[in-house]
């Protein structure tokens, strides 16, 4: 008996099974329902494992036969963004295979798509074309109008007018809140508060003159380049020739200023023959000394007559402000301690720069007209006596054109009627109680300010310490103790000892109700706890207002 070998064993099938299984695959498996074109096309399995090729058609042989045959399975994929047409052969080829329902589908959906995307593509780049193009031209005439502005304040600026973006920075933008509000935001008492402005440029003026005097005491030339860069520093802002100026105009004498050169810089960007603007400090010739010093005495009372002349130049428009209010009011220099309530201090105008000396021009003929200029020398008498007049008799239509161009002047603003039903008395009376007050505001003493701030602080203070001669029930108290209680019951800090000069000022004005006794070394308070409470607060508010009234 021969040996059997393996590749027997398996190349038997049992076809009873197999017909079996494919009679019972469609009950557990439902077939999908792109294929059925293929399995109705394909043979009847024999024994094989190997899936029958479907085949060929014949009118797609015929014409390809030198081409080499498509795959045998090709799957249909759609871009999204373009649909083949029904023409091209990448869309013959991928629906060749497919069945006739999902083409129709394809077919639909494709025709129905490619209507709506065309223009809904065409029609974003053009909206966003047309509004990028808008804000492009909106931008270059914006330029346009900025340029030209620029060339206009550079024309002006070289013809020494001030240009429009400075009239515009002074004017038109608002200061700062820090600035706006810098007097009331002072510590202290209130007095005779400089504005931020004014504050600033006395900065400046001790930074220039510490600079100065270090650069004057070492015999070295001090020009603006070295000055500059050292204010600078110190005070980490610009400082420019204008600043220079307004320190002139409030200190005249304090320095003398040239225009020098051939001063040694030990820069690239100067040339020693250029000129330069030296300073050079105004000192009182001392006896016994050949060179005079900027000592620190010096500094200290050239910064004082500084700050005495800021306060002058705001006395000024303070006086000018006075004299605009109705009724006008006239208060002496002498006794003025503080500005009028309705005076804004930071709204002071700033001060004009002086003139500063500048480099002497050199005489160079650059253009034409200097030529012509020049050559205007050498014209006879006769001719330069018709050319004047021919400049007379062209200047008379146009002196005529700007006299008749002349606007009438307006009428003076009649002044605001008087509200209805007031009295015209009423009001003067108002408004005079109203100036004396101010008046009495402005030429108040610093004590007489806190004296004033205590006797506000009386009627309170009363009835607290009422309350703790009640609660301790005791007729005396010494000082130290009703004082330690009066200030653990006050609404606002304060220290013991600024109490206990409240609770004298109290018995200074009310011995009856309130009175001190020495015994030894101890000061006891006694209180008359029968006395009215009401009546007594009622009389120290008639001396609050009376104070304030002096």
């Known amino acids: 008996m021969a040996q059997r070998r393996l590749t027997d064993f398996f190349a038997r099938r049992r076809p009873g099974l197999r017909a079996a299984s494919t009679r019972a695959k469609p009950t557990w498996r439902t077939p999908s329902p792109a294929k059925p074109a293929l399995r109705a096309r394909a043979p009847p399995s024999s024994g094989s494992r190997k899936r029958a090729r479907p085949p060929a058609e014949p009118a797609c042989d015929e014409p390809s036969r030198d081409k080499p045959a498509p795959p045998a399975r090709r799957r249909l994929r759609l871009q999204a963004d373009a649909v083949p047409g029904p023409g091209s052969p990448a869309a013959s080829d991928s629906l060749e295979y497919s069945s006739p329902s999902k083409k129709t589908k394809k077919a639909t959906l494709s025709a129905g798509q490619l209507p709506r995307r065309a223009p809904q593509e ?41 240009s429009v973006l400075e009239a515009k920075g002074s004017c038109g933008e608002k200061a700062p809140a820090y600035q706006r509000f810098h007097a009331l935001a002072q510590p202290g008492p209130p007095g005779l508060v400089l504005p931020y402005k004014y504050q600033v440029l006395a900065e400046m003026f001790r930074s220039m003159d510490t600079i100065v005097g270090m650069l004057y005491n070492r015999s070295e030339t001090v020009t603006f380049a070295k000055v500059k860069q050292g204010v600078q520093d110190m005070m980490r802002k610009r400082f420019e020739e204008r600043n220079v100026g307004q320190i002139k105009t409030v200190y005249p004498t304090s320095y003398r200023f040239r225009q020098e050169r051939n001063v040694p810089t030990f820069r690239d960007d100067v040339k020693r023959s250029d000129y330069q603007l030296t300073i050079e400090p105004l000192l009182d010739q001392e006896v016994g000394n050949m060179g005079p010093q900027l000592t620190a005495s010096h500094l200290l009372q050239r910064r004082q007559v500084f700050s005495q002349n800021l306060v002058e130049r705001v006395r000024e428009h303070h006086r000018v402000f006075l004299a605009s209010l109705n009724p006008p009011m006239v208060v002496p220099e002498d006794r003025l301690t503080r500005w009028h309530p309705r005076f804004n201090v930071d709204e002071v105008p700033d001060i004009e720069p002086a003139e500063l000396p500048q480099p002497p021009t050199t005489e160079k003929l650059a253009t034409a007209q200097d030529v012509l200029a020049r050559a205007r ?73 806190q004296r004033l701030q205590r006797l ?79 009546g007594v607060t009622a009389q120290l508010a008639r001396l609050a207002r009376a104070e304030e009234v002096l």
């Open 122 to 162: 065409d029609k974003v780049p053009t909206k966003v074309t047309f509004s990028e193009l808008k804000s492009c031209l909106q931008r270059a005439r914006e330029l346009g109008a900025r340029v030209q502005e620029l060339r206009a304040s550079a024309q002006r600026n070289d013809d020494g007018e001030p």
């Open 377 to 449: 020398s050498l014209i006879s008498p006769k001719m330069e006596k018709a050319l004047s007049d021919l400049a007379l008799r062209t200047a008379e239509p146009s002196s005529l054109g700007s006299s008749s161009s002349v606007l009438p002047a307006t009428p003076p603003a009649t002044p605001p009627a008087p509200l209805k039903g007031v009295s015209q008395d009423l009001l003067e009376r108002i408004r005079a109680k109203e100036v004396q007050k101010q008046l009495a505001q402005m030429t108040r003493r610093p004590e007489q300010e």
């Open 456 to 534: 506000e602080r009386l009627p309170e203070l009363a009835r607290v310490l009422r309350s703790i001669f009640v609660s301790e029930r005791k007729p005396a108290l010494t000082m130290e103790v009703a004082c330690a209680r009066m200030v653990g019951s006050y609404r606002t800090a304060m220290s013991p000892e600024e109490m206990e000069k409240h609770v004298q000022l109290l018995s200074e004005l009310l011995p009856d109700w309130l009175s001190l006794h020495r015994i030894r070394t101890d000061t006891y308070v006694k209180l008359d706890k029968a006395a009215d409470l009401a």
